[in-house]
């Protein structure tokens, strides 16, 4: 029996037993863990924070006190009052493991940080947002005419434009009275219906003519990355993507692990949607900044995710989703607002959740069918969307089945011996040469490929520190194309491959080894 804590780092995973007394700092850079500081331990940079994980953690075996950190110390004390430290974060340089812990390192405090690669593809659409500006002219108060300025601006609006029975939010309603008469009677209204037989909803009135634009944002909140797209709904432009890490990690790497944390812990299903609601604040800050504009003119937005993330993002706990038969709260398409999920954009902007397939397949498996239309194939279409669940379609016209299945933590190091998130330093691409079979390959960070001149300088800094799922999934797509891996997955012998890269593995099954630089360094090897 060892008195040493086991403490254990996420998003990494890497994990180890140290001393009573031992500052996250220094059990951090044992482990090899990304965790910055420049200060020299002194509490002064802030690079070094982490946020601790309390409650119980069945995916790695252990409990987590609420003494498994030492007491916040003066120097925390003081770094907070001066430079502000959030809430839940502690400095990895001044808080000490007193008992076994979960740490997560969020991605400020990363050396290499995380890579979200989500691009959007622009397709040829019919431009129709269920949000319009429109300009009127309302006509003024009249002692014989005792209606209020929300029911002339209603008349102005039907009789102008057509739309009869418009309501609107108490908010905008408090404010049109001065908006009105500051804009002489003259005003531009945003105007929400989704469709023609929907009452028509006012949610925000400018003075005058208003010849700015209003915007729309699409999020695909995934269990591993959050990525969003800021869009012009006046052009149909998408003027900005960002995107980060969901901060959902530190409690659990794939869906069934948050769903144990939330079955364990009696605040945990509220813990995380606390930590997703704030991260989807961050991303559309990100998105703002990058486009230049103010986030209270979004004023619609759409989101997909997988059935626990759709759970969590609402605020309901996954519990039944955690055994069979996996019942959904709801499966039907959700329509709500900003401020019911707390999000920071304009109060009255609309959010719109596309429905849910089946207790593990989600709405973004909806959102993937809507894009590809599968159901509209002659032929028969599979259609698979890789992440950290995998989700797959198979139909036509006939019919369309669609299942899906846990993949991510495969692909970025469980029972994979390179395997690694996409981080700077990380294979992601991989080729190999149908004639010589000899591969070559591109690292994130670089875009020089591995035999190209240059490429030892340009990753002398990141190094190669292994391989994510893209450089996975390329990898033994080029071995099928290149006849190393045969229908059934097998990879031939040296004669039939043609290359004395094929070697034998110590449980006799083929493998195919690679060193790019031929110096008998580290060797990644497929089997």
């Known amino acids: 029996m060892t008195d040493d804590a086991l403490v254990i780092f996420t998003p990494s995973g890497k994990r180890g037993r140290f001393a009573l007394g031992t500052p996250v700092l220094t059990a951090a850079r044992q482990l090899g863990v990304d965790l910055d500081s420049v200060c020299g331990g002194r509490g002064i940079c802030s690079k070094c924070q982490i946020t601790p994980g309390y409650g119980e953690f069945s995916k790695h075996g252990v409990t987590v006190e609420a003494d498994a950190l030492s007491e916040w110390n003066a120097v925390e004390e003081r770094y907070k009052r001066i430079r502000g430290l959030i809430d839940g974060r502690r400095l ?24 979200v690669r989500k691009r959007v593809e622009a397709r040829e659409i019919r431009m129709d947002p269920s949000v319009h500006l429109h300009f009127v002219e309302v006509a003024e108060p009249d002692m014989h005419d005792p209606s ?39 005003v531009t209204v945003a105007l929400h219906q989704v469709a023609a037989t929907d009452t028509p909803r006012i949610m925000q009135v400018w003075p005058g003519l208003y010849e700015g634009s209003i915007y729309g944002v699409a999020v695909d909140l995934g269990s591993t990355t959050i990525a969003g797209h800021l869009c012009d709904l006046r052009t149909g432009e998408v003027v900005a993507s960002s995107g980060l890490m969901n901060p959902q990690i530190r409690f659990g790497e794939d869906l069934m692990s948050r769903v144990s944390y939330s079955m364990m812990n009696p605040s945990g299903a509220a813990e995380m949607t606390a930590a997703v609601r704030q991260a989807m604040n961050t991303l559309f800050g990100q998105l703002c900044d990058e486009a230049k504009v103010d986030r209270a003119l979004i004023m619609d937005s759409v989101f997909v995710c997988n059935p626990v993330m759709h759970h969590l993002f ?32 304009h109060p009255a902007a609309r959010v719109y959740l596309l429905p849910c397939i089946a207790g ?54 469980a029972q994979i011996s390179s395997g690694q998130r996409a981080a700077p330093g990380a294979i992601e691409r991989v080729e190999i040469d149908i004639a010589t079979k000899e591969p070559r390959f591109k690292v994130i960070g670089s875009d020089l490929w591995s035999d190209d001149p240059g490429f030892a300088a340009a990753t002398a800094t990141t190094g190669i520190t292994g391989i994510c799922g893209s ?57």
């Not at 990895?92 to 890579?115: T, Y």
């Not at 309901?316 to 329509?335: M, V």
Request: charged letters at 25%; one cysteine or more.
């Open 148 to 186: 209020g300025d929300l029911e002339r601006l209603s008349d102005a609006l039907r009789d102008q434009w057509g739309f009869k029975d418009v309501t609107i939010d108490l908010p905008i309603l408090t404010a049109l009275q001065p908006i009105l008469r500051k804009g002489e009677w003259k």
């Open 360 to 413: 593990h397949v989600g709405a973004d498996a909806a959102a993937v069918a809507l894009s590809e239309n599968p159901d509209k194939s002659e032929d028969l279409m599979l259609v698979v969307d890789v992440g950290t669940n995998a989700e797959i379609l198979l139909g036509n016209t006939t019919k369309v089945l669609a299942c899906s299945s846990p993949t991510g933590p495969a692909f970025e190091g």
């Open 92 to 115: 990895g340089c001044q808080a000490k493991v007193m008992g076994d812990v979960v740490i997560d390192v969020p991605p400020e405090s990363q050396v290499h940080k995380q890579v």
């Open 471 to 527: 450089g996975i999934i390329e990898m033994v797509a080029e071995m099928r194309i290149a006849g190393i891996v045969d229908a059934q997955g097998l990879i031939g012998s040296a004669e039939q491959v043609g290359s004395d890269r094929r070697a034998r593995c110590r449980r006799g099954r083929g493998s195919c080894r690679s060193d790019h630089q031929g110096t008998g360094g580290p060797k990644i090897t497929v089997t």
């Open 314 to 345: 609402l605020g309901i706990d996954p519990y039944e989703l955690g055994q069979a038969p996996f019942a959904l709260a709801t499966s039907n398409a959700l329509r709500l607002t900003a401020r019911d999920l707390e999000l920071q954009m």
